[in-house]
């Protein structure tokens, strides 16, 4: 099997770039492909402290779902596996799954030390006698595409260019918990979520986005912040009103896709004010829903047919 290895924090255009080649050699040797990444993410282990990722384990799995990765082995990382040597490295991969063949992006690293490198990995794959192809960092405009990169995209709340280079929007993907029913009492009830410390999320603001649940797109006017107006509230709080939308989802899970910033959180001088701010958010996120051709576009599909069934798209 033609295995791709790398930690991919979600999987970027770049990471796609990766994909396609394995699928390109599995073709031509009428081999099979996979993808080998590490559960949890090694900055788990390096930098627990400082840990700051697009996306959860969860949500990788939905991309690497969504990009019908059908054969992927989840590695799991500790301090052993970060000590061991390139070459102990190896073997123990081989020893887990069939390697006919590696392909990585040109600036991979390896092995205690990082001092694995690409030209490591030629020899050796050289002297195992099976394929090895590095594959170039993707430039996009002149930028090289990297989760660095986009996660300085998303801090920013630069979605669109967020969703450019990872080639799908960023999402969140948790279940719906109990919130202060405030947004109910204003007439726009939202779906509240929490994620873990170690995402990424946008600054405080409203934003455009896409829900879906069950696999059905809604509209939905995201906000992110410490609700100003309301003083008795503490932390910060992510919450979704779906326009239209009046079923039960305490305790479901929904995928909610960050399309576009739309304004910055402010403090209002009554209820009355913010409902009408709230019911602006609310109409600028349906038009911009109803607008939004980019539902027909693969990605979003087969984020969607997840929560019905599985159906096989090749990489585009």
């Not at 081999?31 to 384990?57: A, I, S």
């Not at 059908?70 to 390697?99: C, G, H, K």
């Not at 001092?115 to 405009?141: H, M, W």
Request: aromatic share 12%; proline share 5%; charged share 20%.
């Amino acid at each position: 099997m033609i295995q791709v290895i790398g930690a991919f924090d979600g999987f970027h255009k770049g990471h796609q770039l990766l994909l396609k080649e394995a699928e390109r050699l599995s073709v031509e040797q009428n081999d099979t492909w996979g993808v080998v990444t590490f559960t949890p993410h090694p900055q788990y282990v390096f930098n627990p402290d400082r840990l700051f990722l697009l996306f959860t384990e969860a949500e990788k799995r939905q991309i690497a779902s969504a990009l019908h990765i059908q054969n992927i082995l989840w590695m799991p990382f500790d301090q052993y596996i970060a000590a061991l040597n390139p070459l102990d490295f190896l073997r123990r991969l081989e020893s887990q799954t069939s390697v006919t063949g590696i392909v990585v992006g040109e600036n991979f690293r390896f092995g205690a030390g990082r001092k694995g490198d690409i030209a490591f990995l030629r020899q050796y794959c050289k002297k195992k006698n099976i394929l090895f192809s590095p594959v170039p960092t993707l430039e996009i405009d002149g930028l090289a595409v990297s989760s660095t990169v986009i996660r300085s995209e998303v801090l920013s709340g630069r979605m669109q260019m967020a969703k450019y280079l990872l080639g799908y929007p960023f999402f969140l993907y948790e279940t719906v918990v109990h919130g202060h029913h405030r947004g109910r009492e204003l007439g726009f009830p939202t779906a509240n979520l929490t994620v873990p410390d170690h995402k990424i999320i946008p600054p405080s603001g409203t934003y455009a986005a896409t829900v879906i649940i069950d696999g059905s797109f809604h509209p939905g006017a995201l906000n992110i912040g410490s609700n100003p107006t309301f003083t008795d509230v503490k932390g910060l709080r992510i919450e979704v009103h779906i326009p239209g939308f009046s079923d039960d989802l305490y305790n479901k899970k929904i995928m909610v896709f960050i399309e576009e910033y739309l304004r910055s959180e402010k403090r209002f001088s009554n209820r009355q004010a913010l409902a009408k701010q709230l019911s602006r958010d609310s109409e600028i996120a349906v038009t911009l829903f109803e607008e939004n051709t980019e539902r027909e576009n693969p990605f979003y599909r087969r984020f969607s047919q997840q929560f019905l069934h599985k159906e096989h798209l090749p990489i585009e």
